[in-house]
């Protein structure tokens, strides 16, 4: 089989996110266009109340309730900039400039990250490489928000990489950075205890520890009591799973299925049983982390786990460029691939359930047939939604290759060379 023919499925993964993405463009600047610019617009209240000597919590932007700043006390500040343009407008076209340079930077890295270890890329595939981190659907629902998801996955990327080159002390700090923002990277800790990056993980400590402090001394101890107390403990959103989740949530957690097998059950120990369900898991996927496809696959496991643990929207796997696309260009051909291009496929598939609702709507068939597809998709959604189940996909793939890898005769070391 030509090495044409051996890509064929992972270039039909990044086609597709990449084809999803462009649909996103279209489809939701005209059916919800209320998601325009809807982070910066968080963003640029936050800073211009913290500019103001205001709080930047519990506060929405005109015309968006609901929507308000979540983040540490210290983020803000990197915000500032935003609010220096002058308004809503200059800050989402000054988010988006940075998004766009981030994209760019990730799709450098990857494409030398994989080229490093020994893959021959093509035109093509630095094509879909750069065109699946500049325009799938993960990136494209960033963009019109105005989010800041594609600066944590560059932060993600640029930390991996560091730490194949043995560069620790950055790898950490860029690691904390990420966790500092959106908390849940700071799962990559496991990770790197596994990998006993003993350098690393006391330099995410120490910078997470000093961003936490400069934000106390910034902005007080009082404001921080207050992300504490009342931003953070309403980030879990613990009581939306009582009864089974709204199908129209897009939350892609473990607990969604579980809330629709146990509605009666208390939501804080649909939790403990996600949590149970994936640890072991994580940890069988984080077996062997002795080569660098092993280590890009525990990674993978983790940041999943933590993502899959939590009430997350699908904008954020983004943060999963780096180690999702080197593995899907290092792995050999064969079935466990499939399976990967396949959840890489499904994981950009970002369909909701009221854009289904709606399509069933126009579609020519009979009221009756239109009201019973409605009615059954809305089941499925309550249970899960195609990038629940391409995650699901993914965790399986990671584990399948860990249970290849130990049952082979032949060490994984002869096809890993290192990254220079």
């Known amino acids: ?100 340079l981030s994209a760019g930077a990730i799709a450098v890295l990857l494409v030398r990250y994989v080229e490093r270890s020994g893959a021959d890329f093509d035109r093509l595939d630095r094509a879909l490489v750069a065109g699946f981190v500049l325009a799938s659907v993960h990136s494209i629902s960033v963009f019109v928000m105005g989010q800041v998801n594609l600066q944590l996955a560059l ?26 923002v959106k908390l849940f990277p700071a799962a990559v800790g496991l990770w790197l205890l596994r990998r006993r990056a003993w350098r690393a993980v006391a330099a995410a400590v120490v910078t997470g520890t000093a961003l936490l402090l400069a934000g106390v001394l910034v902005f007080g101890p009082s404001l921080f009591q207050t992300y504490l107390t009342e931003v953070l403990a309403g980030e879990s959103h613990t009581a939306e799973f009582a009864g089974g989740l709204d199908p129209s949530t897009m939350y892609v957690t473990v607990r969604r299925p579980l809330a629709a097998l146990f509605p009666a059950t208390d939501p804080a120990l649909l939790t403990l049983a996600a949590l149970a369900l994936l640890v072991p898991v994580v940890v069988a996927a984080s077996w062997d ?6 280590r890009l ?44 291009a396949a959840g890489t496929v499904l994981l950009s598939a970002v369909i909701s359930y009221p854009a289904v609702e709606g399509l069933l709507a126009l579609a020519p068939v009979s009221r009756g047939l239109s009201t019973t597809l409605a ?40 096809a890993d060379p290192r990254v220079e």
Request: hydrophobic residues 50%; neutral net charge.
């Open 289 to 294: 982390v002795s080569t660098r496809r092993g």
């Open 1 to 100: 089989m030509s090495p044409d023919q051996n890509r064929r499925p992972v270039r039909a993964a990044l086609a597709a996110g990449v084809c999803f993405g462009l649909a996103y463009l279209v489809a939701v600047p005209l059916l919800r266009p209320e998601q325009v610019g809807l982070a910066t617009d968080v963003y640029f209240l936050a800073a211009e109340r913290a500019l103001a000597g205001d709080s930047p919590y519990l506060v929405a932007p005109p015309g968006r309730p609901g929507y308000e700043f979540v983040y540490q006390p210290v983020v803000v500040l990197a915000f500032v900039p935003h609010a220096l343009t002058g308004s809503p407008l200059g800050a989402y076209l000054f988010q988006t400039a940075l998004n766009l």
């Open 155 to 180: 932060a993600v990327a640029a930390g991996g990489i560091l730490l194949d080159r043995d560069s620790q002390a950055w790898a950490g700090a860029a690691f904390a950075a990420a966790a500092t």
């Open 375 to 414: 009615a059954i998709t809305r089941e499925i959604f309550r249970f899960a939604q195609p990038p629940l189940v391409g995650s699901l996909l993914l965790l399986a793939g990671c584990v399948l290759l860990q249970y290849q890898w130990a049952t082979e005769d032949v060490s994984m070391e002869q």
């Open 297 to 340: 696959v525990a990674l993978l496991a983790t940041l999943l786990g933590a993502m899959l643990l939590l009430p997350l929207e699908p904008f954020y796997f983004s943060l999963l460029y780096y180690p999702l696309v080197p593995l899907l260009y290092l792995l050999d051909p064969g079935r466990v691939r499939g399976v990967f």
